[in-house]
């Protein structure tokens, strides 16, 4: 049973920073790409950024500039830095890894900035 393990979640002041780290319960070779999306209350849930086995990044509009995510296939943890917070980045954050077989997702980490 393949098992991602997000955390890092927490309060912030608006133009604050936090790193979520997304634990992969096998090695991260095993999946072909990894994402993060988040969904805020009332809204539909969003990709937010994505990262291949090879290092290739692509991120959503609204935080370009702000968020980087990363990977580290030694500890089998993808990281999302995200910096500048606003307001309107308060969600749950989830990770999501796609695999040969199929898709999984985490539990997800509560982000909430405050203005």
């Known amino acids: 049973q393949v098992q991602l393990v997000e955390s890092g979640g927490g309060l912030v002041q608006a133009g604050g920073s936090l790193r979520l780290s997304c634990a992969a319960s096998?090695?991260?070779?095993?999946?072909?790409?990894m994402y993060w999306y988040r969904q805020a209350p009332g809204k539909q849930r969003e990709l937010v950024a994505s990262?291949?086995?090879?290092?290739?990044?692509n991120y959503a509009d609204s935080v370009k500039g702000r968020f980087t995510i990363s990977r580290d296939n030694a500890n089998d943890t993808v990281y999302l830095q995200m910096s500048s917070l606003k307001p309107e980045d308060t969600a749950v954050y989830y990770c999501?890894?796609?695999?040969?077989?199929?898709?999984?997702w985490g539990q997800g980490t509560q982000v909430t900035v405050s203005s």
């Open positions: 990262i291949t086995t090879g290092g290739s990044t």
């Open positions: 096998r090695s991260l070779f095993s999946f072909d790409e």
């Open positions: 999501r890894g796609r695999t040969s077989r199929g898709w999984y």
